[in-house]
């Protein structure tokens, strides 16, 4: 099984990840971001595709697998969807949408990003849907209440 994991930096993933799918194998974009030195448009788009490949090999071990990854924008997720699609593997979607309070304040627990980042990746994020290919999706709030697709 494949299950996505995504949201903005500070949403929550890795928690989310850790209650839920503790004994799952997890591929995370930021282990493969941290091979360099600097992050501009070239090395995120080769830490994008590194992710894929990672991604494709567990599945192909047949291991349960979690995405963990911000993929704010639907073209963004294409390249993940479509090669796990490939497989012919469905896609569950966990999107953890919070608000610009509770982002804000894990960021500064995790002493990251700055304010002006995170409000302009609220303005960019593109609420995953089911026409992308998605099997089932599930947007979760600050109160973990949930909208299941």
Do not use: C
Not at 33 to 49: G, P
Not at 79 to 90: E, N, R
């Amino acid at each position: 099984m494949v299950v996505f994991v995504l949201g903005i930096a500070g949403s929550g993933k890795s928690t989310f990840i850790e209650e839920n799918y503790k004994n799952w194998n997890v591929v995370n974009v930021k282990d493969e971001q941290d091979k360099y030195v600097f992050l501009d448009y070239d090395n995120i788009m080769q830490s994008y595709i590194d992710t894929r490949d990672k991604l494709i090999k567990v599945i192909k071990n047949g291991e349960n697998v979690v995405l963990e990854h911000t993929l704010l924008r639907a073209e963004r997720r294409e390249m993940y969807i479509s090669a796990v699609k490939a497989l012919g593997v469905p896609i569950e979607v966990f999107y953890l949408n919070k608000s610009l309070e509770t982002l804000l304040a894990n960021n500064e627990k995790r002493n990251t990003l700055d304010k002006n980042y995170t409000e302009s990746s609220l303005k960019y994020q593109e609420i995953p849907t089911l026409s992308e290919g998605f099997s089932k999706i599930t947007i979760l709030d600050d109160s973990q209440n949930s909208i299941v697709q």
